[in-house]
Antibody, heavy 123, light 108 residues
Framework: QMQLVQSGPEVKKPGTSVKVSCKTS????????VQWVRQARGQRLEWIGW????????NNAQKFQGRVTFTRDMSTNTAHMELNSLTSEDTAVYYC????????????????WGQGTTVTVSS | SSELTQPPSVSVSPGQTARITCSGD??????AYWYQQRPGQAPVMVID???ERPSGIPERFSGSSSGTIVTLTISGAQAEDEADYYC???????????FGGGTKLTVL
């Protein structure tokens, strides 16, 4: 069974950084893309960015430019997202989601989702 | 434009057909995906590439596309279908992803 298991909840001070992990289970990271999405309480889903594991190619929404980093560790089948310079507006549930690469694309939707990681930014 | 527009809410009675639309300029060129999100849970893909139903998704869920509008149809909606539904697509480069604002489906 394909699953994504995310790291636990985080409480951070404004101005600091948070790193969220996402481990695959039942499939290997090497032939997948991992996307990151967040959702503030009561709000819509917001796309953050993606990493294509086999190429280490990444992209992110303009809103997060210069503030977010995506990495992956093939040896542990784990993807990571680090968000810097946190403010209270970054308080949200952060999801990773994955899709196996086809012959033509690695970015066709998100068919496996993690359980979500709650990040709270508060002084 | 990267904007996807959905109605904020749709209501149907049990057994009726629910239709949720999503409109956006890139939908005529790029695939759309639909996700169901129940309260407190992670999203689940219910429609892949405009109209394909992933394994395990009930047959009452279907998707269609016409020009710049895609539609999620739930034929014979059930109480368990009550959830938020989001459409998702990408820009024409395929590099930027965006979601619609979400539609709250009420079945009562």
């Amino acid at each position: 069974q394909m699953q994504l298991v995310q790291s636990g909840p985080e409480v951070k001070k404004p101005g600091t950084s948070v790193k969220v992990s996402c481990k695959t289970s039942g499939f290997t990271l090497s032939n997948s893309a991992v996307q990151w999405v967040r959702q503030a309480r009561g709000q819509r889903l917001e796309w953050i960015g993606w990493v294509v594991a086999r190429s280490d190619n990444t992209n992110n929404a303009q809103k997060f430019q210069g503030r977010v980093t995506f990495t992956r560790d093939m040896s542990t089948n784990t993807a990571h997202m680090e968000l810097n310079s946190l403010t209270s507006e970054d308080t949200a549930v952060y999801y990773c989601a994955a899709r196996a690469c086809s012959s033509t694309s690695c970015l066709d939707g998100m068919d496996v989702w993690g359980q979500g990681t709650t990040v709270t930014v508060s002084s | 434009s990267s904007e996807l527009t959905q109605p904020p809410s749709v209501s149907v009675s049990p057994g009726q057909t629910a239709r949720i639309t999503c409109s956006g300029d890139t939908l005529s060129k790029e695939y759309a995906y639909w996700y169901q999100q129940r309260p407190g849970q992670a999203p689940v893909m219910v429609i892949d590439k405009d109209s394909e139903r992933p394994s395990g998704i009930p047959e009452r869920f279907s998707g269609s596309s016409s020009g710049t509008i895609v539609t999620l149809t739930i034929s014979g909606a059930q109480a368990e279908d009550e959830a938020d539904y989001y459409c998702q697509s990408s820009d024409t480069s395929g590099r930027y992803v965006f979601f619609g604002g979400g539609t709250k489906l009420t079945v009562l």
